[in-house]
Nanobody, 125 residues
Framework: QVQLVESGGGLVQAGGSLRLSCAAS????????MGWFRQAPGKEREFVTA????????YYADSVKGRFTISRDNAKNTVYHQMNSLKFEDTAVYYC??????????????????WGQGTQVTVSS
């Protein structure tokens, strides 16, 4: 079992930066690929970033490439989500997610067994 708690969301002007953190409890964190998803009002949850279990491989949605960076610290059971050059369309609730038994990066919602409660990111234009 893995419990995930996100933090770091808030209100920022377009062009600004935010750093989200996701603290995980449970022994399987270092054996789980992690990801970040987001959901805007009236839209489906969409993949944003993913990182494999060692942290050596990352994957990004085209819409955030070059602006967002995912990283992890397995010693601290924490995954980070640095967001730079934020745009109005990045406004959404951001969710941290953990796979179970999957070590590689994956974009599929169904591959993630554990989810955080979400943190709101609002970008003003």
């Amino acid at each position: 079992q893995v419990q995930l708690v996100e933090s770091g969301g808030g209100l920022v002007q377009a062009g600004g930066s935010l750093r989200l953190s996701c603290a995980a409890s449970g022994r399987t964190f270092s054996r789980s690929a992690m990801g970040w998803f987001r959901q805007a009002p009236g839209k489906e949850r969409e993949f944003v970033t993913a990182i494999n279990l060692s942290g050596g491989i990352t994957y990004y949605a085209d819409s955030v490439k070059g602006r967002f960076t995912i990283s992890r610290d397995n010693a601290k059971n924490t995954v980070y989500h640095q967001m730079n050059s934020l745009k109005f369309e990045d406004t959404a609730v951001y969710y941290c997610a953990a796979t179970y038994g999957i070590g590689w990066t994956t974009v599929s919602v169904s591959d993630y067994a554990y989810w955080g409660q979400g943190t709101q990111v609002t970008v003003s234009s």
